[in-house]
């Protein structure tokens, strides 16, 4: 069992979320960072969209209450086992009584772990196992962790050799797509959306991030409600940018002047209050070759553990 000794300031059961449902008004939820959930969950065999504990800015702690192999990826939180320091993109053994703590960074805003087999009593909803924080449903109970929670995971196992991946690097330059509304807002406003730096808002969750920079996009424009998604990003008359994440709602009636590519979100998560990002204008083709790099990041890496099993 894993026992949830502190909840910290936002810790979740996510996997890689829940898709093909937006259109009846269920949002995605998920993991901000698929990629280390598939990681995670491929350091111990485990199906690689099987849930994961999402830990947010930190300052949580847990306690295995029997013997366990997990995997930590993500950012990085410094993260101790047992008081001594461990570091994501590996898996680790765990003693019962050994308790997994996260601190804080100021260069990091999530981390992932996992643990051989999973959380068994997490019931899969509408194909997945995800928390939809604002429906209250999926994950544990229908909300983010709390002290004193109870875990549940298959056994205790043996311990595994020790294993590693290298995770593809977290930069604060992040992809955008140029959105459908340009030449609806004022001229020049996608062009500053690229061109100037942008600083995350403390008033940011897990469905969107607010974004500050040297000069607003200020507008009056208005545009009938659409549907929109991950990566978004919305352009309020105040002018400040709005980037859609995993929790956001279905529609929205804000004019779209990019949308973050799906292979650089996870960076993009990884960015707390006061940090500094800069939008780069790619194409679609780009846009599919990074998604498309991260796969073969995956493939390989599940072929070297294979071919050294």
Known sequence: MLKVT????????????????????????????????????????????????????GLAEFEFT????????????????????????????????DKLSFATSANAQRAYFTVQGGFV?????????????????????GRALEQGDNLEFEHGSAALAPLGVKQPEYTKQVRVLKGPHCDKL??????????????????????????????????????AT??????????????????????????GGYPIAATVIDADLRMFSQLGANQQCHFIECDLAQALKASDKLSAHLAQFNLAKNNNN
């Open 226 to 251: 659409q549907a929109v998604h991950p990566g978004v990003i919305q352009i309020p008359p105040s002018g400040e940018p709005i980037v859609l994440l995993n929790d956001c709602q279905t529609t």
């Open 186 to 223: 004022p001229s020049g406003t996608f062009e500053q959306l690229v061109n100037n730096p942008w600083t995350v808002s403390e008033t940011s969750n897990r469905m969107g991030a607010r974004l500050n920079g040297p000069s607003l996009l200020n507008h009056d424009v208005s545009i």
């Open 6 to 57: 502190k909840q910290g300031v936002m810790t979740s059961i996510q996997d890689i979320g829940r898709f093909g449902f937006r259109h009846y008004g269920v949002c995605r939820s998920g993991a901000l960072d698929p990629f280390a959930v598939c990681l995670a969950n491929m350091l111990l065999d485990n199906p690689p969209h099987q849930a994961v504990i999402e830990v947010t800015i």
């Open 66 to 97: 029997k013997p366990c192999n997990f995997a930590l990826t993500g950012g990085c939180l410094n993260a101790k086992l047992a008081n001594k320091p461990i570091y994501p993109g590996w898996r680790y053994y765990a003693q019962a009584g």
């Open 121 to 141: 009593a997490i019931e899969s909803i509408l194909s997945s196992y995800s928390t939809d924080l604002q429906a209250s449903f999926g994950g544990y109970r």
